[in-house]
């Protein structure tokens, strides 16, 4: 069968990708921007190319027959009239997004799924449960939204019994499965342009953990969302003694840490005592607190609770903290201006950037960084873009022993490309 991918390159898209040229499909596809992550699909022997024309798309299915296209749900919202949808649709290509064929081949290879799903910590606590099972030697098929030292984004193993999944809830993707575990790491509403209510975002969840055969889950978030401690629900205290046993910097990677060994534990009947070891050895992922160069850290923190957790982490290490923040879509920013205030407390200085503009409501004016910093209260904070004035910037900071944590939540020519290109050797 020749799937081919339209939106390869996003972290939800670019991993399935990879799982089903593992799993023996022929694979190809498309994005509308290059990035570091399509070079390394391309190394992986999927043929991809930048731009979503008929023509290119006619060229693949010509050298052979397309017989599924999975699109990114960005690929729509972008562009309601994207050729490659309506060549599918001229040629009668079976479409779908990705949770069908993912479900496809959970079925198809006899895969129970363990999925991650949550508004903050979802990619460290996938990559933290894949971690634990790949040091326990228990073969395992996975989705994580970021590069890991110790193995891609995506990968099938064929004689794995479980399917670790970072199951986003953008989009309601989420509801497409039925999970043999879930675990919910923090819910806080988000993705305001699908879910026009705080409730209507923490019913989408209600909903996850109704469809899931079992559930872990922390109270503080348990309460929040009205759900009860029951057979198929396992509500962990927010503290306790095996917090205490991981010695991860930072608290979310501590807690997101516990979640994954209690799952984990559930799967393997393995010590918890042994998993928090485990755990500790964790080399951490891709854009979370990722050391760039010395002095210098790029994060994936774009909502106000993910920077007010980035910095918590950042004062573990330094006294002296410098934060970069590239703000996350404009849309966003209509909903979570108003909440930024005190999320840069203790930073000594913070570089305001304009905003990743990705998915937009051309509706919306685009809030200026001037116009978005006026909502922080007692912080240091100057505007800036991406250039080589900031660039000099950032490197004296270095210099003079600061810790400089860039903030960003984009993809390609997003202020992380930006940052290593600048400084990774």
Same mark, same amino acid.
């Given at each position: 069968?020749?799937?081919?991918?339209?939106?390869?390159?996003?972290?939800?898209?670019?991993?399935?990708?990879?799982?089903?040229?593992?799993?023996?499909?022929?694979?190809?596809?498309?994005?509308?921007?290059?990035?570091?992550?399509?070079?390394?699909?391309?190394?992986?022997?999927?043929?991809?190319?930048?731009?979503?024309?008929?023509?290119?798309?006619?060229?693949?299915?010509?050298?052979?027959?397309?017989?599924?296209?999975? #699109?990114?749900? @960005?690929?729509?919202?972008?562009?309601?009239?994207?050729?490659?949808?309506?060549?599918?649709?001229?040629? =009668?290509?079976?479409?779908?997004?990705?949770?069908?064929?993912?479900?496809?081949?959970?079925?198809?290879?006899?895969?129970?799924?363990?999925?991650?799903?949550?508004?903050?910590? =979802?990619?460290?606590?996938?990559?933290? @449960?894949?971690?634990?099972?790949?040091? &326990?030697?228990?073969?395992?098929?996975?989705?994580?939204?970021?590069?890991?030292? #110790?193995?891609?984004?995506?990968?099938?193993?064929?004689?794995?019994?479980?399917?670790?999944?970072?199951?986003?809830?953008?989009?309601?993707?989420?509801?497409?499965?039925?999970?043999?575990?879930?675990?919910?790491?923090?819910?806080?509403?988000?993705?305001?342009?699908?879910?026009?209510?705080?409730?209507?975002?923490?019913?989408?969840?209600?909903? #996850?953990?109704?469809?899931?055969?079992?559930?872990?889950?922390?109270? /503080?978030?348990?309460?929040?969302?009205?759900?009860?401690?029951? /057979?198929? !629900?396992?509500?962990?205290?927010?503290?306790?003694?095996?917090?205490?046993?991981?010695?991860?910097?930072?608290?979310?990677?501590?807690?997101?840490?516990?979640?994954?060994?209690?799952?984990?534990?559930?799967?393997? =009947? /393995?010590?918890?005592?042994?998993?928090?070891?485990?755990?500790?050895?964790?080399?951490?992922?891709?854009?979370? #607190?990722?050391?760039?160069?010395?002095?210098?850290?790029?994060?994936?923190?774009?909502?106000?609770?993910?920077?007010?957790?980035?910095?918590?982490?950042?004062?573990?290490?330094?006294?002296?903290?410098?934060? !970069?923040?590239?703000? &996350?879509?404009?849309?966003?920013?209509?909903?979570?201006?108003?909440?930024?205030?005190?999320?840069?407390?203790? @930073?000594?200085?913070?570089?305001?950037?304009?905003?990743? &503009?990705?998915?937009?409501?051309?509706?919306?004016?685009?809030?200026?960084?001037?116009?978005?910093?006026?909502? &922080?209260?007692?912080?240091?904070?100057?505007?800036?873009?991406?250039?080589?004035?900031?660039?000099?910037?950032?490197?004296?900071?270095? /210099?003079?022993?600061?810790?400089?944590?860039?903030?960003?939540?984009?993809?390609?020519?997003?202020?992380?490309?930006?940052?290593?290109?600048?400084?990774?050797?």
């Amino acid at each position: 069968m020749h799937i081919y991918f339209s939106g390869i390159g996003g972290a939800g898209i670019g991993p399935l990708a990879l799982i089903a040229h593992q799993a023996g499909f022929k694979v190809s596809g498309s994005d509308s921007q290059n990035s570091q992550y399509i070079d390394s699909l391309r190394k992986q022997g999927i043929r991809l190319h930048i731009g979503q024309t008929e023509a290119q798309i006619a060229k693949e299915h010509e050298m052979q027959p397309i017989d599924w296209i999975v #699109f990114s749900s @960005a690929v729509v919202i972008d562009n309601p009239n994207n050729e490659e949808m309506a060549f599918a649709k001229k040629h =009668k290509i079976k479409i779908s997004k990705r949770d069908e064929l993912l479900n496809s081949i959970l079925e198809q290879k006899d895969l129970k799924l363990v999925a991650i799903a949550g508004t903050h910590g =979802k990619t460290t606590t996938t990559a933290l @449960a894949v971690w634990l099972l790949k040091e &326990l030697d228990i073969p395992v098929s996975y989705s994580v939204g970021a590069k890991t030292i #110790f193995g891609p984004m995506g990968q099938y193993n064929p004689v794995s019994k479980y399917f670790v999944y970072e199951c986003d809830e953008f989009d309601r993707n989420f509801l497409s499965f039925e999970p043999e575990i879930s675990i919910i790491t923090v819910v806080d509403w988000d993705h305001h342009d699908i879910y026009k209510t705080r409730e209507e975002y923490k019913k989408a969840f209600r909903d #996850f953990i109704d469809q899931s055969h079992k559930t872990f889950i922390f109270k /503080k978030d348990a309460d929040y969302l009205g759900i009860k401690q029951s /057979k198929s !629900v396992t509500v962990l205290p927010d503290n306790g003694e095996l917090l205490e046993q991981i010695k991860l910097v930072g608290i979310h990677n501590r807690q997101n840490a516990k979640i994954a060994i209690s799952a984990v534990a559930d799967i393997t =009947k /393995k010590p918890l005592s042994e998993l928090a070891k485990i755990a500790c050895k964790y080399p951490g992922s891709s854009r979370r #607190f990722e050391k760039i160069a010395n002095g210098i850290y790029s994060d994936y923190a774009h909502t106000p609770e993910e920077i007010k957790a980035t910095m918590q982490m950042a004062r573990e290490l330094s006294d002296n903290i410098v934060a !970069v923040y590239e703000p &996350l879509t404009n849309r966003r920013q209509h909903y979570m201006r108003e909440q930024y205030q005190e999320v840069f407390k203790g @930073a000594k200085k913070v570089y305001w950037l304009p905003s990743y &503009l990705a998915r937009e409501d051309p509706n919306l004016p685009v809030l200026t960084p001037e116009e978005l910093i006026k909502y &922080l209260k007692d912080t240091d904070v100057k505007t800036s873009i991406k250039s080589p004035g900031l660039a000099r910037i950032i490197e004296k900071h270095a /210099k003079d022993g600061d810790l400089v944590i860039c903030m960003a939540g984009g993809g390609g020519g997003s202020l992380d490309e930006w940052l290593r290109e600048q400084f990774s050797k």
